[in-house]
C-alpha cells in the first residue's frame, strides 16, 4: 500500500488581497493558486484554503507559505494497493459494479470513499481518512475480491 496524494485543509491569516499568487481566478469561487515544490496550493476569497499534492512534500510546503496559517486538517488520503492476482471484472458481482463502457475498472463505495479496481490487481483508494481506514479497506476488499482472482 503506497500514499500517492494528501489534500489538507487550513485557514489563512491574512487578507486575501495581500495573497502573491502565481494565478487569480476570478468568478465562482474566486480563489488564488500558488504553487511550491511539487503542490498546488488553493486560497478561496473566504480565506479558507487547501494544499494537494505530494504527501512527502505538504508538511514542508506549508511551512514555506509567505502568511500565517491555522486550523490545518487532512482532509482527504489518496492510497494504491496491488492485489496478488488480476481481476475479471466482466464477473463482477454485489458489492461491486463494472461499466466497461464508462471507465476501464470495476468500483466499490463504502466507508465513505471509493475504490477504483482495475483488471491488473492494482487498487485506487480515494477519500481516505486514515492510515488506519486504508488499512480496513483494502483488507475487507481482499476478502471480498478473491471470487474474481484470475489464477493462472
Known sequence: ?????????FTVLTKFEDIKADKIYSGRP??????????????FKNLRGRIMGNPDDIDSSLLLL?????NIAIQTLTYTHTLPHEINLLKLSHPFHYEGELFPSGYIKFHNCHVNIFHTGNLVLTGIRSHLHAIKII?????LIIPFYVIK
Do not use: A, D, G, Y
Open 139 to 143: 483488507n475487507t476488499i481482499e476478502s
Open 1 to 9: 500500500m503506497k500514499l500517492v496524494n494528501k489534500v489538507v485543509s
Open 66 to 70: 509567505p502568511f500565517k496559517i491555522t
Open 30 to 43: 474566486t480563489m488564488s493558486v500558488i504553487k511550491i515544490q511539487r503542490n498546488t496550493i488553493i486560497i
